[in-house]
């Protein structure tokens, strides 16, 4: 076990070098604009500009920049300073990085709760028109985008604008730690419309996998040794079925992790996914860059956790 992870770490480090150069790659050989003229502003003076190149290493040859901006990061975890306000990279992510965790596992915790009942539900009531409820309501919130349904709920529930004025108004967000109750509230709406499709995916696969696994041979088996079928059930069978959940939602936890982009839009959350927004508008290199790692970092953490988890999950994996 020790010797995988240390292994799956190495790699994990090649694969966060291979995707900051990746970003470096596009956005010098492909720039949506020059940053030194972003940073001069309207009408520019020629000779700003060049000051602006010097000042912030744009003059140098790409392969130059990239080793300064590794040297920085790897000796002092630097993600170098914004192009539009100077600012450092490092804090202003971790800054708004309470706001998109607590997004991202609030609202993991709700699709959990929802999700997987109402596939196992599902797939225990197959046929019936249990079922059929269910799998329609899945359906249709897989196919409600994220700011559709966003904007819908604030119409409808918003306490400032909403018909049935229930929830908090967008841009009410507080950290726990000064508000936890202006907190708590603040986040219930978003925590819904963002796991409503998660919730509805989860449903359809535990569903799928728990059919297919209460159609294996040790199952069948299981039931005339006398086992009860809710010990058949959870013990057996949904122990099985639940490996492939638990791989996405390593995948989608660490995606959330690098912010959720039309979540936090549309609910005026300022977390990671607002400033990644806003810095790819602006050129903004380094914040994008460090974004953009924050967010491999995140999925790369949460996959090997995963890995390691199956081996408690399901007895057949070995390491």
């Known amino acids: 076990m020790l010797a995988y992870i240390v292994r799956r770490l190495l790699w994990s480090l090649l694969l966060l070098f291979v ?73 202003e992510i971790f800054d708004r990085l309470p706001a998109t965790m607590s997004l991202a596992l609030g609202a993991a915790v709700v699709w959990l709760l929802a999700g997987i009942p109402i596939g196992i539900l599902s797939a225990v009531k197959r046929g019936t028109f249990i079922e059929r409820i269910a799998m329609g309501a899945a359906l249709v919130g897989i196919s409600a985008p994220v700011y559709w349904l966003g904007l819908v709920s604030i119409y409808l529930f918003s306490k400032d604008i909403g018909q049935i004025k229930i929830f908090e108004p967008p841009g009410g967000y507080q950290p726990i730690w000064d508000d936890a109750g202006q907190w708590f509230k603040s986040l219930i709406l978003p925590w819904l419309v963002l796991a409503t499709a998660f919730a509805a995916v989860y449903a359809r696969f535990m569903r799928s996998n728990l059919i297919d696994v209460l159609d294996e041979d040790y199952i069948r088996t299981a039931r005339p040794k006398g086992l009860r079928e809710r010990r058949v059930l959870f013990r057996h069978g949904l122990r099985s079925a639940i490996s492939p959940i638990v791989t996405i939602f390593g995948l989608d936890l660490g995606i959330l992790f690098g912010g959720a982009i ?58």
């Open 262 to 319: 039309l979540t936090e839009t549309v609910f005026n959350i300022p977390g990671i996914g607002r400033i990644a927004f806003d810095s790819i508008q602006k050129g903004d290199l380094p914040t994008v860059q460090g974004t953009v790692l924050v967010g491999a970092m995140a999925i790369i953490t949460f996959n090997l956790l995963v890995d390691i988890a199956y081996a408690f999950i399901d007895p057949r994996v070995r390491y």
């Open 19 to 91: 995707i900051s150069f990746l970003v470096f790659l596009i956005f010098f050989v492909l720039p949506s604009a020059d940053p030194a003229l972003a940073r001069a502003g309207r009408n520019p003076d020629p000779d700003l500009v060049k000051e602006l190149n010097k000042t912030y290493g744009l003059d140098k040859p790409f392969y130059v920049q990239f080793w300064l901006y590794i040297k920085a990061l790897v000796l002092h975890f630097n993600f170098g300073y914004s192009y539009q306000n100077q600012v450092n990279v490092r804090h």
